[in-house]
């Protein structure tokens, strides 16, 4: 590799001068992991998320990622551009991974198609809408078409958060005798609350002309419902989380308020959830696994839901053990070590516009690159993490595949289990517009 660029590949290659060597026999080399789905530094009504980029870009690259995309957002009244200068000044000299920013858009005005134009000039190339939360950042239909027609027009994607707002703030007002219940807070959002926003999401793409990119999609409905999109022609990708497909709603009868560590909206789901999730990411109903990242810590945050489940802040942490859980978990349901590098690195970099140089390990890509060891069973624990926050919702869990070393363009971050980077040299960077011909891969 030259300049952080992988220049060729193949085998005995010779040294030149000055070059070094890594040894990765019995090893996989994937490539660097991009999440796709963060908030680090994120406010939360009085609060902020528990880990900043400093210490959220460093937990990233210890799990293998070296790129995130993280979710930008304004606060009340400001303009797009605003909130992304603002998500600039929290990322720049911080970050260890780089970095690429989709925005926010929680409002249609006169002014909306001039700002969404100057954020995809600038590279952010996604918008993000909510269905739910429609007094506050949510947007109702008549917004959310107006969005994607002009995200369409950018040559930008739509990402949408679906949960029907009419139904959840109905079924939530309804548990009103069981609030100081974490357990009614799955009640609060049944599978059929995310499977018909999907739906319509999908509905409304399609006559907007928009691509369109679902997130965190938890049911078994949800991922039927981009199933169906995708088989009518239309432009559409689905996302899935680690917690959606290692862990369901058993843990929210955890004990007092243990629960609350697992409450984060859509909620975990059954077993049969989990397995149908499988299946789409197998048969490539599902395009990518993020993790959604957005930590809260036990101790003093989620303790604010503690009479009333609708104010636990919803959100947990895991960008550290995306890589090692789905290396471990993929290929026992039967997911294939391409198949688990495209949902991790490839799909994500080819739909969100990074597809020239990420995502690949090929020459004229950044030479990001994970060497795991396959075969290093240990365990999971707040104690080990680099995450800034008192827990893991994968406390205790066993993994096999441990990230061992990572390079970010060409620079050892981490070798043989220690990090080694001193300095933040993560980049911010700039993404092409959405390419049509994604879909056909
Ligand atoms: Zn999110």
């Known amino acids: 590799m030259k300049h952080g660029v992988i220049v060729e590949m193949g085998p005995d290659l010779l040294k030149a001068p000055g070059e070094e060597v890594l040894d990765a026999a019995g090893r996989y080399i994937a490539p660097g992991g ?113 969005i994607m027609r002009e995200a369409a027009r950018l040559g930008a994607l739509v990402c949408v958060h679906c949960e029907n707002d009419g139904l959840l703030r109905a079924l939530s007002e ?95 789901r059954t077993p049969e959830d989990q397995h149908a999730l499988w299946e789409a990411l197998r048969n490539g109903g599902l395009q990518t696994v993020s993790t959604d990242h957005c930590a809260f810590r036990f101790a003093d945050q989620k303790t604010l839901g503690r009479e009333d489940f609708r104010k636990i802040p919803n959100g947990i942490p895991s960008v550290e053990h995306r890589m090692e859980l789905l290396y471990t978990y993929g290929p026992a349901q039967g997911m294939t070590l391409p198949q688990i590098a495209a949902v991790t690195a490839w799909n994500p970099a080819r739909i969100f516009g990074l597809s020239h140089r990420k995502g690949q390990i090929a020459p004229g890509y950044d030479a990001d690159l994970v060497l795991l060891d396959p075969d290093a069973p240990h365990v999971l624990s707040a104690a080990a993490q680099m995450q800034a926050v008192d827990y893991t919702p994968y406390e205790g869990m066993q993994v096999r595949a441990k990230v061992e070393t990572v390079l970010l363009r060409g620079q050892v971050l981490m070798e043989n289990g220690r990090l080694t980077a001193e300095t933040p040299m993560g980049q911010y960077l700039i993404r092409e517009p959405f390419h049509q011909e994604t879909r056909e891969e």
């Open 34 to 146: 991009i999440d796709a789905h963060t908030h680090l530094d994120m406010p939360c009504g009085d609060i902020t998320t528990a880990d900043g980029f400093r210490c959220g870009s460093l937990a990233a690259i210890a799990g293998g990622t070296t790129t995130v995309l993280e979710y930008a957002e304004c606060a009340e009244g400001e303009t797009l551009q605003q909130g992304l200068a603002n998500w600039h000044r929290k990322a720049v000299g911080k970050s260890f991974c780089d970095y690429g920013f989709h925005m926010t858009v929680s409002a249609w005005t006169e002014d909306t198609p001039a700002q969404m134009a100057a954020a995809a000039a600038a590279g952010v190339t996604s918008f993000k809408t909510y269905t739910a939360y429609q007094k506050d950042i949510g947007v109702d239909d008549y917004a959310l078409f107006r």
């Open 174 to 268: 309804d548990l009103e005798a069981r609030k100081g219940e974490v357990s009614a807070h799955p009640d609060s959002r049944p599978n059929l609350v995310e499977a018909e926003a999907v739906s319509r999401a999908a509905d409304i793409g399609m006559l907007a002309g928009s691509a369109v990119y679902i997130v965190h999609i938890s049911t078994k409905e949800g991922a039927e419902a981009v199933r169906r999109a995708r088989d009518r022609g239309q432009t559409i990708f689905g996302e899935t989380c680690p917690h959606y497909l290692l862990l369901d709603r058993s843990r929210y009868d955890l004990p007092g308020f243990e629960g609350a560590k697992y409450v984060m909206s859509p909620p975990l």
